[in-house]
């Protein structure tokens, strides 16, 4: 069972560059979801969605931008790249959207010089 | 707007002791309470939840956690720790917007378990 993918891995960036993180799930869940993780500060919500079409900011949404096409995919798009943003990305995902109960990808871990 | 406290950083305990890490939260209402485990390189993985009810909640490997309103606490309990439960433990609380449920993570207490 793939659950929740994310892909890449590991990525390196130069300030000012562009990428993508792709989150992908085959558990045909509502909610996805897009954390931060970095030391002392536990994860931060950067943007979320509650269905294909439906997407909402977090706690520290900017400098991110999300959309959700279809109910599997979630990518979350670094449209400029600050040293700031170096951080392990988290995706996750729920049956509803009211369950609290998340389901985690192994995360991306991103380094931005 | 809600809050997690974890007070302890980091804790270290022998194999077969028994484990207590605290949380704390701030929410004016009755919230909906989580202890996530993360395992060195990968992702969160839910151990239990409370939404209502009973106020002590069983989870998986062995753990649980009570609910106290008066204490605004929600701590995590294992009898007898096992070498394979070193991980990072995080306490969350979520809240209802209207839309969706928004989970807010505590920093996360490390525990390091020796032989």
């Known amino acids: 069972n793939a659950g929740v993918t994310q892909t890449p891995k590991f990525q390196v960036l130069k300030t000012g560059q562009s990428m993508t993180l792709q989150c992908a799930q085959d558990m045909n869940h509502e909610y996805m979801s897009w954390y931060r993780q970095d030391p002392g500060m536990g994860l931060r919500l950067i943007h979320y969605?509650?269905?294909?079409?439906?997407?909402d900011q977090g706690e520290v949404p900017n400098g991110y931008n999300v959309s959700r096409s279809t109910t599997e995919d979630f990518p979350l798009r670094l449209l400029s790249a600050a040293p700031s943003q170096t951080s392990v990305y988290f995706c996750a995902s729920s049956f509803g959207q009211h369950t609290g109960e998340l389901f985690f990808g192994e995360g991306s871990r991103l380094t931005v010089l | 707007a809600q809050s997690v406290t974890q007070p302890d950083i980091h804790i270290t305990v022998s194999e077969g002791a028994s484990l207590e890490l605290r949380c704390n939260y701030s929410y004016g209402a009755t919230p909906y309470l989580f202890w996530y485990v993360q395992s060195p390189g990968q992702g969160l993985q839910l151990l239990l939840k409370y939404f209502s009810g009973d106020t002590l909640v069983q989870g998986i490997k062995g753990f649980e956690a009570e609910f106290k309103r008066s204490q605004s606490s929600f701590n995590l309990r294992k009898p007898s720790v096992h070498w394979s439960d070193a991980a990072e433990y995080f306490c969350?609380?979520?809240?209802?917007?209207?839309?969706?449920?928004?989970?807010?993570f505590g920093t996360g207490t490390r525990l390091q378990v020796t032989l």
């Open positions: 969605s509650v269905g294909a079409g439906i997407t």
């Open positions: 969350a609380v979520g809240v209802f917007t209207g839309t969706a449920s928004k989970l807010t």
